[in-house]
């Protein structure tokens, strides 16, 4: 930890992470991960971990963001392992980052939250993904990204639709991506933009 404000921004998310975790509505299993950008160095999800775990299990990975962001701006098929980006003196148990940590280390803001939430995955498997969003996300900076496999391909694409002030990427088929300079803001977009998406539940007809 580079800083005092670090480890205490980390903390911070440990107890948002498992927050998330625990809502079936926003992660399943081990889907979905948190990180936050110390200096140089981004904590990450481990690969198979909880986010549910985040408070009693050493769940965050350390990461070298300036050369993994370096090979995804070569397309060096590298950036599909960033197990070989970790920082092997702070990773004692050797945990092996998530295969979405290009997805992180591309958003320029502090914390970054990426969740497989089932408000936004309803809209995300429709063709007009992009369309529907629009209508609700007024006054949001966000961006679609259409699918790609996590890993290198999707930091592609990624990088291709990402703009200054984006905040917010909806993945095609795929997901959620909120980023904030805080585990604070980062939540508070986090619940903003899934009322914004949440579908009204259809008023089922009386049964017979
Ligand atoms: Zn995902």
């Known amino acids: ?38 200096g140089d160095t981004l904590w990450i999800k481990a690969s198979g971990t909880w986010l549910k775990d985040a408070l009693s299990d050493d769940i965050m990975v350390p990461v070298a963001m300036v050369p993994l962001i370096e090979a995804v701006e070569r397309r060096d098929p590298a950036a599909d392992k960033p197990q070989a980006f970790a920082i092997g003196a702070l ?65 592609q694409g990624i990088a291709e639709r990402l703009r200054p002030g984006v905040d ?15 585990v604070t803001d980062a939540e508070r977009l986090l619940h903003r933009v ?3 998406l949440a579908r009204t539940a259809r008023t089922a007809a009386n049964a017979d």
């Open 91 to 155: 990773n004692p148990r050797g945990l092996r980052p998530s295969i979405e940590t290009t997805v992180h280390a591309l958003m320029p803001q502090r914390v970054v939250l990426h969740v497989h939430c089932v408000d936004t995955i309803s809209l995300a498997v429709q063709a007009d993904c992009e369309i529907k969003a629009a209508r609700r996300l007024e006054g949001v900076e966000w961006a679609y990204v259409p699918y790609r496999r996590p890993g290198l391909p999707l930091a």
């Open 168 to 182: 917010v990427l909806i993945l095609g088929n795929h997901g959620l991506v909120v980023a904030a300079e805080t």
């Open 194 to 196: 899934r009322s914004l």
């Open 1 to 38: 930890m580079a800083t005092q404000a670090d480890a205490q921004e980390l903390a911070a998310l440990r107890a948002l992470s498992a927050r998330i975790g625990s809502n079936p509505h926003l992660t399943q299993a081990a889907g979905g991960n948190t990180s936050l950008k110390a």
